[in-house]
């Protein structure tokens, strides 16, 4: 390959990821910190709901933005009202956006719950769905900035919101609704 294609191919990457540079710290899903863009509000895998890691963060509302699979079996059991399952799907084909009333409605009815302490979202790696519709959510209710916001999520988990369909998507939803 001749030096001008692979620039251009490193360039077109790079304009496709505006956060490569954060990206590069990641330790992959299960080994990177969950992410807390309020003080009310995390996300980050499924598999890290362990009874330990609930009662450490003080969860007490769950949005499983993926599929029933994807949360422990203990959780909806033990959660029943306080867990909702949105079985979004992660794909380049598909508009994350359409699940996010959903969502929107699951979180301010947990954040206004008389015994809410913090709401943890999760999708099956903790990246994409759980991370794009929790900073969708933020920049809407909590006048965050989309960008700032972004950089927020990749400074404390550098391998989220790496869909740049859904980037795409979340980025001009909050312009028509903010």
Not at 10 to 38: I, Q, T
Not at 65 to 82: L, S
Not at 131 to 159: E, H, M, N, S, W
Request: glycine content about 6%; overall charge positive; proline content about 5%.
């Amino acid at each position: 390959m001749c030096l001008t294609k692979f620039v251009f191919k490193v360039l077109s990457y790079k304009s496709m990821d505006p956060f490569l540079g954060y990206r590069r710290n990641s330790r992959g899903f299960l080994r990177d910190r969950v992410a807390r863009l309020h003080p009310k509000v995390m996300f980050g895998p499924g598999v890290f709901l362990t009874p330990d890691f609930v009662q450490k963060n003080k969860i007490t509302h769950i949005v499983n933005c993926a599929g029933p699979g994807d949360t422990p079996g203990w959780v909806p059991e033990n959660f029943g009202t306080r867990y909702t399952c949105l079985s979004a799907i992660d794909s380049y084909n598909v508009d994350i956006t359409e699940w996010y009333p959903q969502f929107e409605s699951a979180m301010d009815k947990y954040l206004r719950s008389d015994n809410s302490q913090v709401v943890y979202v999760h999708c099956q790696a903790g990246m994409n769905r759980s991370g794009f519709l929790t900073v969708l959510y933020c920049c809407l209710k909590f006048q965050y900035k989309y960008d700032q916001a972004c950089r927020a999520t990749l400074i404390q988990r550098p391998c989220a919101l790496a869909n740049h369909v859904f980037h795409k998507q979340v980025n001009e939803y909050i312009k028509k609704h903010a």
